[in-house]
């Protein structure tokens, strides 16, 4: 029998569009800049920025950067780290990267099946009297094993740092999730739902390594005639601070619009035999909607994500295999030893999609989406098979 397909998209949907605040007051705050003539080294915006995050987070215990990359790589340079980190390759390649241009050694470890977060007893197996730290990626916006990786680090001695890239907004047990381990670092960048065009941010427990930050991203300078450390140039200008302020105003607005649409794919996509959805995270967390992963079984969907992937594309719809190739599979790590056989990651990595996610992406359109996926699958219309993930619901308290 014939299939009915919905046409292909006028115009690209991506897999995120950045939320924009209202130009008119983009433009007063882009005046305020040009009265001030002060563009950049702490000027009156981010100096205004800084305190509405303080008050956003109830701490002044944070620091902003031109970029998360950088954030992360002072942050490890601040902590003075060496040796070996326990850490993902089910991840963006920044989180290794930063690492590695502090000269210590990623050692990866597996992920969870559930929410691809690290896998707490495959980090336990992997520390060796070389290991300094714990570097988890909170991918997605799901919360790692919170409670486990503080049990580990603690029992160790280790420190425990988090890549909160996709976690803004984010809150677990009513806390928010960048007060959780020794320090996270939160990524500003557009296609983040919150962003300040780029940008990022650590926030951290104690309150001395704010000098020590202050100090790396801006050439270590203590006046102008003191150098106190060698640092770099990673400050944040007043135009990305603008950004910032202005998008926060918006961010509750954006996670809910984000909820919508995640709740008509689980709806409609649910159905579809072979398009495995992972389950939301639990009733103590807020989650933000960063992304909208699902993993394809290419037998029960009857055709390979990559298949899927591409397929899509003609429908002008462009999804993204975030993340794959792993970070350990990529030129520049390929020859780092590995112990850990990192299954289930490897696993995730060919089977995972990202649907398109973003607060304008209108609901309808979403369900367009979710016909043109329906009707590609030459198993739609059977008995659904594997839809959810598996998964005990005690299995995913994230405390
Ligand atoms: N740790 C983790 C876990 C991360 O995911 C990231 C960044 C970092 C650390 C580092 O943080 P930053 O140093 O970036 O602050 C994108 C982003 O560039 C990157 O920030 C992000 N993770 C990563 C997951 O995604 P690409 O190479 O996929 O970006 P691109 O240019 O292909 O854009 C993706 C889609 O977004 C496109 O389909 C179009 C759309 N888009 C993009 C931009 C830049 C827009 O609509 N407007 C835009 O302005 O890496």
Not at 54 to 71: P, R
Not at 228 to 240: I, P, S
Not at 273 to 280: A, M, N, R
Request: hydrophobic content about 45%.
């Amino acid at each position: 029998m014939m299939k009915f397909m919905p046409k292909p998209f006028e115009n690209p949907i991506n897999v995120t569009r950045p939320f924009l605040p209202p130009l008119a007051n983009f433009t007063a705050g882009l005046e305020e800049i040009w009265a001030n003539a002060w563009l950049t080294n702490n000027g009156p915006v981010i100096k205004r920025y800084q305190k509405k995050l303080s008050d956003y987070f109830g701490t002044d215990n944070l620091c902003l950067f031109n970029n998360g990359t950088l954030a992360l790589q002072i942050a490890l340079q601040g902590l003075r780290l060496s040796g070996e980190v326990i850490t993902t390759p089910f991840t963006f390649v920044a989180t290794t990267h930063a690492l590695y241009w502090n000269k210590i050694r990623p050692v990866f470890v597996d992920i969870e099946p559930e929410h691809y977060t690290l896998d707490p007893a495959k980090v336990e197996a992997a520390i060796t009297p070389w290991t300094t730290a714990i570097l988890a990626v909170h991918v997605y916006g799901y919360p790692c094993r919170l409670r486990e990786l503080a049990d580990i680090a603690w029992r160790h001695k280790l420190l425990l740092l988090y890549d909160a890239a996709h976690a803004f907004g984010v809150t677990v047990a009513g806390r928010s999730i960048g007060s959780y381990g020794d320090l996270s670092m939160f990524s500003f960048h557009a296609t983040k739902l919150y962003h300040s065009l780029e940008g990022g941010m650590l926030m951290f427990g104690d309150p001395g390594l704010k000098k020590i930050f202050d100090y790396l991203k801006n050439f270590g300078f203590e006046n102008e005639l003191e150098v106190v450390m060698a640092g770099t140039n990673a400050k944040m200008n007043e135009v990305q601070a603008l950004m910032g302020l202005q998008v926060l105003d918006h961010l509750e607005g954006i996670i809910s619009r984000r909820k919508q649409i995640d709740a008509v794919y689980r709806s409609r996509l649910a159905t579809i035999p072979g398009v495995c959805i992972p389950e939301l995270p639990p009733a103590n967390v807020h989650y933000n909607h960063a992304y909208f992963p699902i993993e394809i079984d290419a037998g029960e969907f009857g055709m390979s994500r990559d298949d899927l992937y591409a397929a899509l594309q003609k429908y002008n719809v462009f999804a993204r295999r975030y993340f794959y190739p792993l970070v350990s599979d990529f030129a520049c790590y390929r020859s780092l030893s590995i112990t850990d056989p990192l299954t289930t990651a490897k696993q995730v990595a060919r089977r995972i999609l990202t649907l398109p996610i973003y607060d304008s992406l209108a609901l309808p359109d979403v369900e367009r989406i979710c016909d043109i996926i329906q009707q590609l699958s030459p198993a739609a219309g059977q008995k659904p098979l594997s839809n959810s993930k598996d998964i005990p619901v005690s299995a995913v308290t994230a405390v």
